[in-house]
């Protein structure tokens, strides 16, 4: 009876840790999790947070940034600049500019999304060497109304500086910032050169969801 209690343990243990390397620690599989998920919920935010979490513990940039650049998992790429961006790894720069780019001047609502996650996620590494591509395309005459709008928010994360910016009806206007905002460019401050922290990461990220999440 001992022996058969023993084994049942053995491979109960075996299953939770083959579990846990196999999901609950890949961020690939986490990421088609996630994407399956109703965002927003709650069991979408816990997805990404867990993989928050293991980017706390060491850098994820590395394989995302390689399915990028392959167009591998492409229906995953807009989570995968989302992540790259909360966790601030800056050797990540170079992808995230070629994937604005790639989208620059096209019409569609995937690349219009794709345009503003990578602005954000330009924003929430806070590299400052991105500052004059950031003022270059400032109220230049976009397809995209509102984007502007994400330009001017991540340039003042990189700057602290509020910039005018030519909003959706055409008119002048200077960059409101809420109070998320100056805590996301507070973190961006308190952490330049070093690694982010989980709470860091998740008062970045809560300025890409709905209000109260």
């Known amino acids: 009876m001992r022996t058969k209690l023993l084994i049942g343990i053995i491979v109960i243990l075996s299953f939770a840790f083959v579990f846990k ?38 850098a994820v940039g590395k394989s995302l ?3 990028i650049s392959t167009g591998e998992n492409r ?23 070629k994937t604005y780019i790639e ?14 996650i ?16 950031l003022e270059k395309i400032l109220n230049e005459q976009h397809h995209d109304k509102m984007l502007n709008f994400v330009i001017a928010e991540a340039l003042y994360l990189l700057t602290g500086e509020r910039h005018d910016f030519i909003n959706w ?7 409101f910032v809420s109070k998320e905002l100056m805590q996301a460019r507070q973190v961006i401050l308190d ?10 990461m998740i ?8 209000p109260g999440r």
């Open 21 to 58: 390397i196999v999901v609950f620690d890949n961020v690939n599989f986490l990421c088609q999790i996630a994407e399956g998920l109703d965002d927003p919920s709650t069991l979408y935010y816990f997805t990404i947070e867990r993989i928050f979490k293991i980017a706390e513990k060491g």
């Open 65 to 67: 940034t390689e399915n």
């Open 75 to 97: 229906h995953l790429h807009y989570l995968y600049i989302r992540i790259l961006g909360v966790t601030g790894e800056n050797d990540t720069i170079p992808c995230l500019m």
């Open 103 to 116: 989208h620059q001047h096209q019409n569609s609502g995937e690349s219009k999304s794709m345009r503003h």
């Open 118 to 133: 990578v602005i954000r996620s330009l924003g929430f590494i806070g590299d400052e060497k991105v500052n004059p591509f």
């Open 169 to 175: 009806q055409g008119n002048e206007e200077k960059l």
């Open 191 to 200: 952490t330049k050169g070093k690694k982010r922290k989980f709470e860091d």
């Open 203 to 210: 008062i970045l990220d809560r300025l890409l969801r709905p």
